[in-house]
């Protein structure tokens, strides 16, 4: 960090890049490279995202708050202790499966990001994540440590996973805004996730997206208020021949996934998964064809 990128920069300017919701996907794909994230502006609607915290404000209301269900230390630490998770947005949200999942804004953005790497890629989680007062900041973190190997590898390996990470409430840094390490997606050494202190936080606007790739540090800020609940919807994408975070291909009904187009489909784990022009094979089969013809979709 230099000496004027202290912690009183103004973040929304200077630091993690900010650029509007038609931006193209080359251009995008070309920050987040470069920078491990970018600010997409204004990319949903005061609308969409009311339609969708209705929504799912029944199913998020039932959860407990207290982190970690299996209790184990390092997940208390990275779930909070004071933060709901709600998973399976696909079924519970039909404005999250309908309108922002089959946005094609989105997808044009996790082609230009997943498909030189693989031919076809997946929904790796969808889940809802309201941290509450008193939580602390959560671990720094990169999302490819999902799986271990590509920490061992370093910035030279492929990334395999973006997230979008959604504000469905306005994020300030004094309620927990996400925090970033622009560049860390960089460093030589990928056990080494850097400190608070070289961290910025995303200040966005509900609606605006946090785009990171799986490469750069970031992780849940502190919530330092008495009474405010920053919401946030993190769904990840992964190239398809890894084991997605969500089993979407048990989750979420059947009836409900033929009402989806195809490419929904294949990005809920309902169609194979393909990967002829890297010279590499075809997986998630039934009898050596395409798991959708045995599942009758269309």
Not at 173 to 193: C, F, K, L, Q
């Amino acid at each position: 960090m230099s000496e004027t990128q202290t912690p009183e920069t103004n973040y929304r300017d200077t630091v993690i890049r900010r650029v509007p919701a038609d931006t193209s996907p080359q251009q995008i794909a070309e920050i987040v490279e470069s920078d491990g994230g970018v600010i997409l502006t204004r990319f949903f609607t005061e609308d969409q995202v009311q339609r969708f915290n209705t929504e799912i404000d029944p199913h998020l209301e039932n959860l407990s708050p207290a982190g970690s269900p299996d209790k184990i230390d390092i997940l208390e630490d990275f779930h909070g202790a004071n933060t709901k998770r709600l998973t399976n947005v696909v079924t519970h949200s039909k404005t999250f499966r309908e309108e922002m999942l089959q946005d094609p804004r989105i997808l044009a953005i996790a082609d230009a990001l997943l498909l030189p790497i693989a031919d076809s890629y997946q929904m790796t989680a969808a889940q809802v994540i309201e941290i509450g007062p008193g939580n602390k900041p959560q671990p720094l973190h990169r999302d490819l440590e999902n799986w271990p190997i590509f920490r061992e590898l370093g910035p030279n390996v492929y990334n395999v996973t973006i997230n979008f990470l959604t504000a469905l409430t306005d994020f300030s840094e004094e309620n927990g805004a996400t925090r970033v390490i622009p560049g860390s997606s960089h460093w030589d050494d990928y056990e080494n996730r850097g400190t608070p202190e070289e961290t910025f936080p995303a200040l966005l606007d509900a609606g605006d997206i946090l785009l990171i790739d799986g490469k750069v540090s970031h992780g849940g800020g502190e919530n330092k208020t008495s009474d405010e609940y920053r919401r946030a919807m993190a769904w990840s994408f992964t190239i398809g021949w890894l084991t997605s975070e969500e089993a979407h291909a048990f989750l979420v009904p059947l009836d409900l996934v033929r009402t989806l187009p195809p490419k929904i489909q294949n990005i809920l784990g309902f169609r194979s998964f393909h990967n002829a022009s890297k010279e590499g094979g075809t997986l998630w089969q039934a009898n050596f064809d395409d798991i959708a013809k045995y599942l009758d979709l269309q």
